[in-house]
């Protein structure tokens, strides 16, 4: 499969070597493997075509074990967000007023990604003025490696 966006690249020294990374099992390592090809998936049963995330062996709906990965169009709206205060780890530290924010994703309202909101893929965690979240803004997908090469999605505002 060729990836349809190149991932990120350029961390910087010092920039998040030591943020927190995920640490993928083995039903959700598919979707760090897609993020690293610049995709958003997302697990789909194969049995009743239910979306479901977080990855896991067992289809809550129809109880089977059959799952694919299904391409999401990585939009979406703010569903929540928080500004996080001190004490901080000492990495998120070094970029105050960052934020976290929950995507729902507008294929799946009922699925929900915890991420970023930055001004660009590979920009640092604090690029976006607080001010500007809103609850319901459209956002949309982007890629970043993180050092050591994990790949995580973060999210653009749709109309900055």
């Known amino acids: 499969m060729t990836p349809s966006v190149p991932p990120a690249t350029d961390n910087r020294p010092g920039s998040g070597a030591d943020l927190l990374l995920p640490v993928p099992d083995d039903d959700g390592a598919p979707f760090w493997e897609?993020?690293?090809r610049g995709e958003l998936r997302v697990q789909a049963c194969a049995g009743c075509d239910a979306l479901r995330f977080p990855p896991r062996p067992c289809c809550p709906n129809c109880r089977s074990f059959a799952a694919r990965w299904q391409r999401m169009s990585g939009r979406g709206r703010i569903w929540s967000y928080v500004l996080p205060h001190p004490p901080l780890l000492p990495a998120y530290a070094e970029q105050p007023g960052y934020n976290?924010?929950?995507?729902?994703?507008?294929?799946?309202p009922r699925i929900r990604l915890v991420g970023n909101l930055v001004t660009a893929a590979d920009a640092p965690l604090n690029s976006v003025d607080p001010a500007r979240l809103r609850i319901g803004a459209p956002v949309k997908a982007v890629f970043h490696t993180m050092p050591g090469g994990v790949?995580?999605?973060r999210w653009l505002l749709e109309r900055p």
Request: charged residues 15%; negative net charge.
């Open 34 to 36: 897609y993020a690293a």
């Open 151 to 153: 790949t995580v999605p």
């Open 100 to 108: 976290a924010i929950i995507v729902e994703l507008a294929e799946a």
